[in-house]
Every structure is written in C-alpha cells, then in structure tokens.
C-alpha cells in the first residue's frame, strides 16, 4: 500500500513538470523522460532519458548525421534505452542533423538556419544537467559517450578534450581519418546531401571546421588526436559490410554497404594511429554488418555484455 502511494506521488509530480514515466510499477524498474536542453545560441532540444537509481554508468548516447529534432535515433530505432534496467543509464540528446555536435566556426551560409551551431557548448550543458540531476554515477564520478557515424567521431573528439567530465568513449561505425585522402571532400558533400534530403538547405563545412586546409580539422580529427585519448576506455567498433540478419531493407542496406567499408577502414586506421600513440582499445569488428541501427544496437550491447561501461 504504501510502495502504491509512492509510486502516485512520483507520477503527480513527474505529471506536473511535463515529464513522462514508463515503468514506474516497481522500484527497480527504469524511468523514461524527457528533458530539454538550451542556450548556447541554439534553439532548444529534447533530450531522451533512461535511468533507474543504484545504476553504476551513465552514457550519452550521440546519433547519426540524419538525426532528427524530434527524437534521437537511439529512441527511434533501438532498444539501447533498456540497458537502464541492468546497470547503465542512457541519454540521447535529439537535434545536430549535420552538425558533428560541433562548435562551428559561423552560421551555415547556404541556407537561412539563422543560427550557429555549438554543438560542444550543447554538449556542455546536458553534462551540467546531469551532474545537478545526479548521474554521474559510479567511481569515477565521469561519464560515458558513444556515438554512431558522425556521432562516433564527436564522441572520441569531446572524450578527448573533457577528460574532466569523461572517462569511456565508443566510436560505432565512425569516421575516425579525416586525413585521409579525400576524406574531407566527401564531408563536404555529405553535408550538402543530408541538408538537402531534410529540406532544410544544404550544409557548408567550411562553415563548420573552415576550408580542409585549417587546423580545426585535425582538431577533430580522433586520427590525430588519438594521443589526447590516453587515460581513457576507448572502443571502436565497425561492421564488414556483409549482409546480415538485420539487413531487411534492401534499399537501405544498399546504401550502407559502402559506407560501412568506409567506416571499417576508417576505424582500423585509427586503431593504428591508437596502437602507436600507446593508447589501449577495445575492439568490436563482427562478420556482418551494414551502417545501420540494427547493428550498432547490438554493438552497444556487446560493449555491456562485455563489461566496458564499467569503472576500472
């Protein structure tokens, strides 16, 4: 009876701030809601949240290139949020289509956006908010970050510079060489591309890190960076390219399939550059795998099965 009363009091007051509950019927289950982040010049976002108290992580979950303002593709395609029920806490912001979860250098010049994007202050924020809220569980008192995509690249570029506030980064499927030939170019066109396909207007990424001869893109380039790194768990994982199971959508899997060579080769180049800065990784390379969400949810539960969320 009491447990009863409890659990309608949290309801009435989650009900009351405007933030839902899913799975409030014991006191060991997780909680789902939703909180938003803003300033940093931006408009604001929402933020998708799984927790449950005693959890002994939490991980900022960071989408793709296409994500959309409305939920982040950790909510939208996965079941990553469940990982809240056995140890790890999940936060995904939404918003960023095309940003890298950067701090750009101007406003995007082809299109009326009206505003520039500061992805690393955006980031800064939700890290601020979760310490108020206190999660920054575990140990270490740090937290996790892991992204797919453009998103895996974001999250060992801020684990490299927050070392204060990070103690895991995991690249999925990143783009983790933008020294390589050609590599810089092809940014360029997929941010016009991605713009585009939103309807919003193409991207400029000289907007973003300037033209591809400024430092600002070794400054986020983790191939570089790998020795910034050092001190922290990092794993890097990349799927062969080779249809699986989860390859259900042929035009989808089409697509990813050259993507995912590129992230593969991308990612063991880092590996690389990790080995020979004297930096230690985990690596996840399994036999199949296309860039796509059905593969780096099961990338993001092996990484739990195997321990790595975990203090050391």
Known sequence: ??????????????????VGIVGAGTADAAVYRRATLSGCGMPATPVDMWTRAGNYKTVIALSGLRVTASA??????????????????????????????????????LSNMGYRYRWTCRL???????????????????????GISMGGNAALIYGAYHHARISHAFSMSGYLNLSAPGMREAIRLTLLDAGLEAGVGPFNSDDMWGPPWSTRWLDNDPFVQAPRLRGLSVRVA????????????????????????LAQAQTRAFEFAANRAGLPITADYPRVGTHSWG????????????GWFRDR
């Not at 908010?129 to 999660?135: E, P, S």
């Not at 593969?295 to 195997?306: F, L, P, T, V």
Request: overall charge positive; aromatic content about 8%.
């Open 124 to 146: 800064d924020t939700l890290v601020a908010m979760l310490d108020r809220q206190g999660l920054d569980v575990g140990p270490r008192h740090k937290y996790a970050i892991m």
């Open 238 to 261: 990349a799927g062969s390219a080779i249809w699986g199971n989860r390859d259900t959508n042929i035009s989808n899997s089409l697509k990813g399939t050259p993507l995912e060579v």
């Open 295 to 306: 593969y780096w949810e099961e990338m993001a539960w092996r990484a739990k099965s195997a």
């Open 72 to 109: 982040s593709g950790w909510k939208l395609s996965t079941n990553v949020g469940a990982m809240a029920d056995s140890g790890v806490n999940v936060v995904a912001p939404a918003g960023g289509l095309a940003s890298f979860y950067t701090d750009w250098n101007a406003r995007n010049s």
């Open 1 to 18: 009876m009491r447990h009863t009363r409890i659990t309608t009091l949290i309801a009435v007051i989650a009900a009351a701030l405007g």
